[in-house]
């Protein structure tokens, strides 16, 4: 019976060996650590470099600029310092009639790539949408400068100059 009561006692001791000295069970995990070393972080954001770029171009490719232009929006909080975040946001922001948030990247963009063919392109189409043709062919015409070659330029100029040929419509009542 002594080699009974040995072992029982060998058995009590391990367990409280392996007790924690809180007291308060709602503290406790079921992996013998606290609670808070395991609770829910779902709200801490963690996005691998380009996740939010490339899903949000996918969205924009779509033509959804809507969900694009969240994505983007979501991408230049987590990456603010990201130039390529900024021109997405500001190219959806243009899509979906938000002029004044494009502004707001673009501004950004002044500051990070002012040379840019990218940046230029981007922001005479904004004006171009915004029917400001005058501001739209200062951009063109600095991105053709820096490369005359550029595809996406050239498209521009063709579109700025198809914008112009337009019969404006305004007020005037027609005769």
Not at 51 to 78: C, D, P
Not at 142 to 159: G, K, Q
């Amino acid at each position: 019976m002594s080699r009974r009561l040995g072992l029982f006692l060998v058995a009590v001791s391990f367990m409280l060996a392996g007790c924690q000295s809180n007291n308060d069970a709602a503290d406790l995990s079921s992996f013998g650590d606290s609670a808070k070393s395991v609770e829910d972080v779902s709200d801490v954001s963690f996005y691998p470099t380009d996740e939010l770029i490339t899903k949000g171009k996918v969205q924009f490719r779509e033509g959804n600029f809507g969900k694009s232009y969240a994505i983007f929006k979501r991408a230049v909080e987590v990456y603010p310092k990201d130039p390529q975040a900024w021109l997405a946001y500001a190219a959806a922001a243009d899509r979906i009639g938000r002029f004044d948030n494009a502004d707001i990247g673009y501004g950004r963009l002044a500051k990070m790539i002012p040379n840019r063919v990218e940046y230029l392109n981007n922001r005479g189409y904004s004006y171009l949408l915004r029917g400001d043709l005058k501001n739209a062919r200062q951009f063109f015409l600095r991105a053709y400068e820096i490369e005359p070659a550029n595809e996406t330029t050239a498209n521009n100029i063709e579109l700025l100059r198809n914008s112009a040929s337009y019969v404006k419509r305004g007020e005037e009542n027609p005769a």
